[in-house]
């Protein structure tokens, strides 16, 4: 720990101050407490003895008393060999830990307590994404949104990549179509060689990191200060379903994007049209598919110029007359040169 908390709280689990002891007893009995009740020993947060409860954030749930020991029994292990009397310590706050966790009047801990973990943090994220590299020995999952990688966010994650490849983890990761124009992408991929294949959809979900298909990792703010770490075996399961069925959509990333069959029509037109045609407006348009909304109105400007719209009404029905909609079209495109003639008599 840093900071005033860290001169206040300088104990481990193993030795929790008097004013931690009480708080972490009380939540353990009752399942949770306030989180205002934790303010005064910020050590309960930062051992992560609680953490905030998934369904309320106003609330914290105590780590169960078997999860510490374990967690405990871990950390001693390594220092066997140079304190006898560290493992003494230890070994007598097992047991204390172990006989809260049988008393009586305790209930019993949720099942979700341990399947679905809130991490409060940019901290707390990266330390579990680097424990769970540690433990990965097959494959990782990855759902990146957005559109061209920054430098700082491919950079970000890379020693986790390089320890994987080390080992010979195999990573899948699915990007948006505009993610293929940034170089900062295509470098890293060379540099992970063929341990990393990448494709490339229109749109994808939310960020998502699958490891080994054990457990997973989502945002759980917008902002991206908090995620959730999840471990249900049923939740993992539904994700790792979701991300097969986009792979299989998806177009590998040395593959070209295939062709509009319509002149003028770029395929990131194509996405924009059938987004248009949905009733979305320019700023979910371009959230979806990674673009500025700058970006959207352009094409959408030459939309228009290239089916010949003169309103965003228009737009409308041209796409819906080409096809662009994913609709089959309504009349030939050649109708299009004179959509508002009437035909000619005698027909």
């Not at 940019?122 to 559109?147: H, N």
């Not at 029509?265 to 979806?288: F, K, P, T, Y």
């Amino acid at each position: 720990m840093t900071g005033r908390g860290a001169e206040e709280h300088p104990h481990g689990a193993d030795r929790l101050c008097e004013a931690g002891d009480r708080v972490y007893s009380r939540a353990v009995r009752r399942g949770r407490v306030p989180r205002a009740d934790a303010g005064l020993v910020p050590c309960l947060l930062e051992l992560a003895l609680l953490h905030p409860d998934p369904d309320d954030m106003d609330w914290l749930v105590p780590t169960s008393p078997q999860e510490v020991m374990t967690r405990l029994l871990r950390g001693v292990y390594d220092e066997v060999s140079a304190s006898q009397r560290r493992v003494g310590s230890a070994v007598a706050a097992f047991e204390w830990y172990a006989g809260l966790g049988r008393q009586p009047d305790t209930p019993a801990a949720p099942a979700e307590g341990s399947a679905i973990r809130v991490l409060d943090g940019l901290a707390r994220i990266q330390a579990a994404m680097d424990e769970a590299t540690e433990a990965c020995t097959t494959e990782v999952l990855t759902v990146q949104p957005g559109g061209i990688r920054r430098e700082a966010e491919l950079t970000e994650g890379l020693h986790r990549a390089l320890a994987l490849r080390g080992r010979g983890v195999r990573m899948r990761d699915l990007y948006t179509h505009v993610a293929r124009h940034g170089q900062g992408l295509l470098t890293y991929l060379e540099l992970m060689g063929d341990t990393v294949e990448a494709r490339t959809l229109d749109e994808v979900i939310d960020r998502l990191i699958l490891f080994d298909r054990t457990v997973a990792f989502i945002p759980a703010n917008t902002d991206r200060t908090m995620a959730l770490e999840l471990r249900h075996p049923a939740l993992v399961e539904y994700l790792v379903t979701v991300f097969e069925r986009l792979w299989r959509l998806a177009i590998p990333l040395t593959a070209p994007l295939p062709d509009t069959g319509i002149e003028g029509i770029s395929h990131r037109e194509q996405s924009i049209a059938a987004l248009l045609a949905e009733g979305h407006q320019d700023a979910v348009i371009a959230e979806r598919l990674g673009i500025s909304v700058r970006t959207c109105r352009a094409h959408i400007a030459r939309l228009s110029e290239t089916l010949g719209a003169a309103s965003r009404t228009q737009l409308g029905v041209r796409i819906a007359q080409v096809g662009l909609d994913g609709h089959r079209p309504a009349r030939p495109a050649t109708a299009l040169t004179a959509p508002d003639q009437d035909p000619p008599a005698g027909r």
